[in-house]
């Protein structure tokens, strides 16, 4: 079932993101009067073509890319009446902006995506957090800046901004995180209140990150900082089943209560979830209560790989949320056009400028290369995104539109970055690049992309098979 989620995720994302792409070309080069013979999305053989005007529209066989054919003397010859309208008999300046607007494009609809997501509206779990427990760098800093643990061991806070950005989330904390090590920032400020106490002025501590390291994206940052997340007291109440999953084979419902799993007595939904974790494979007399009866069921739990790379067991069930989990521990951000707007660019700039340092760390070899990823992790994350909900994939299609605007504006042969070069340097010399020269820059631009195309897939193999 994962599987065609996959496939269905990655269909729908890498069609909409490419159509986004190759119209940039498209409506620019109309735009300049050229000729457009054919308006494809994917390579290879057309399995389904559409002939309108005097451009045939294609869908080709291999998903992964497109292209726009325009009239061009140097591919083949051109009718004397047609030669204007030919790529090769424009301006540079009217060649640049064709190959410029695909990128830009991309870059624009990620842009306009967040405004969206702004729109219809972001629900988070808001950052609560426990006084943390001595001897890790958040306790640290506590005590740095004056608290006093002892005294402050029950309190909950409310983190409000991390590095002088608002903040919502969980997730936006740990994108912070990334962010502040991206840009080698030593310390996060962040900024919190009492959580049974909002109008107090915030206070603020610096939080050192020297614990952390960025080529390690597997562990869990915000728990080796010392955060541990406040949440509510969860019954071990079933809310949902997954489709095929061991709880749903077992015959659990919604509204069960889990009372036993083998000789453990379940406390609370976290007590579950932890004994379910730490037995993969493993099969347990399960004991439950209906509407208040009692009953007894065997349960063989599923063996799966966390992101960490280790083996966990999984029930498939999800917990009822208490009535009062919305107002107390859920927030939901939504924004009029405007605002929208404004946050839709503030979060494109702020992924831009990370994306852009993550880039120029790998180039210099401070960052590994095993965070490429290829078509394979890409179909994953679109799947998982897709189950999700509507947020969570158009937020992964932001993030990859604008992945897909840089890559494509790096100055690569063979990219529309390495098309922008060579049309630079006919801006400064007056002159196009030489033939001969534009032929080895293809050639080494051919086997850059294979390189980074086989060494994505191999990390794509790699996740797979460790995790």
Do not use: C
């Not at 792409?21 to 994917?42: D, I, P, Q, T």
């Not at 996060?188 to 610096?206: C, G, M, S, Y």
């Not at 399960?286 to 009866?293: C, N, P, S, T, V």
């Not at 852009?356 to 995104?385: R, T």
């Amino acid at each position: 079932m994962s599987f065609i989620w996959a496939i269905t995720g990655f269909a729908i994302l890498i069609g909409v993101l490419v159509t986004i792409h190759e119209w940039g070309h498209f409506a620019v080069a109309r735009l300049f009067k050229v000729k457009v013979l054919a308006f494809s999305v994917g390579f290879g053989k057309p399995i389904y073509s559409l002939q309108k005007g005097e451009t045939q529209y294609r869908l080709g066989m291999i998903p992964l890319g497109g292209y726009v054919k325009f009239l061009d003397e140097r591919v083949e010859p051109v009718a004397e009446h047609e030669r204007h309208r030919a790529f090769n008999q424009q301006s540079v300046y009217k060649r640049f902006a064709i190959v410029l607007a695909g990128p830009m494009i991309n870059l624009l609809f990620a842009w306009w995506l967040f405004a969206i997501i702004g729109m219809i509206g972001i629900q988070s779990v808001k950052p609560l957090f426990q006084t943390p427990a001595v001897e890790t760098p958040l306790a640290q800093a506590f005590e740095q800046a004056g608290f006093d643990l002892d005294l402050l061991k029950d309190q909950v806070w409310w983190m409000q901004q991390v590095n002088d950005q608002s903040i919502s989330s969980w997730q936006q904390v740990q994108q912070a995180v990334l962010q502040s090590l991206v840009h080698d920032r030593s310390s996060l400020k962040l900024d919190f209140v009492r959580f049974e106490d909002h109008a107090q002025i915030p206070q603020t501590i610096n939080l050192p990150l020297n614990s952390l390291d960025i080529n390690d994206l597997a562990t869990p940052w915000l728990s080796i900082l010392g955060f541990m997340p406040e949440g509510p007291k969860l019954d071990a109440v079933v809310g949902s089943l997954s489709e095929g999953s061991p709880a749903q084979s077992a015959g659990l419902q919604t509204g069960d209560r889990i009372i036993r799993l083998g000789e453990k007595t379940i406390v609370d939904w976290r007590d579950l979830v932890e004994w379910v974790r730490q037995h993969p494979g493993q099969v347990f007399e399960l004991e439950f209560d209906r509407a208040g009866a009692q009953f007894n069921t065997q349960v063989t739990l599923d063996s799966i790989t966390s992101d960490t790379g280790v083996v966990i067991g999984r029930l498939g069930a999800s917990v009822l949320p208490p009535s009062d989990f919305d107002a107390r521990f859920l927030m939901t951000e939504r924004y009029r056009f405007f605002a929208a707007i404004g946050y839709g660019w503030q979060q494109a700039v702020r992924l831009f400028n990370m994306t852009m340092a993550m880039f120029k760390k790998m180039l210099f070899g401070e960052v590994g290369l095993q965070h490429l990823s290829g078509p394979i992790s890409i179909a994953d994350f679109s799947g998982k995104a897709l189950q999700t909900g509507l947020i969570s994939f158009l937020s992964l299609m932001a993030l990859l539109s604008l992945s897909l605007g840089i890559l494509n504006l790096l100055p690569i042969p063979m990219l529309d970055g390495g098309h922008l070069m060579f049309y630079l340097y006919e801006m400064l010399r007056g002159k196009p690049v030489g033939e001969r020269v534009e032929e080895v820059a293809y050639r080494i631009g051919l086997v850059m992309i294979a390189g980074l195309t086989i060494l994505a897939l191999s990390n794509d193999v790699i996740r797979i098979t460790n995790g």
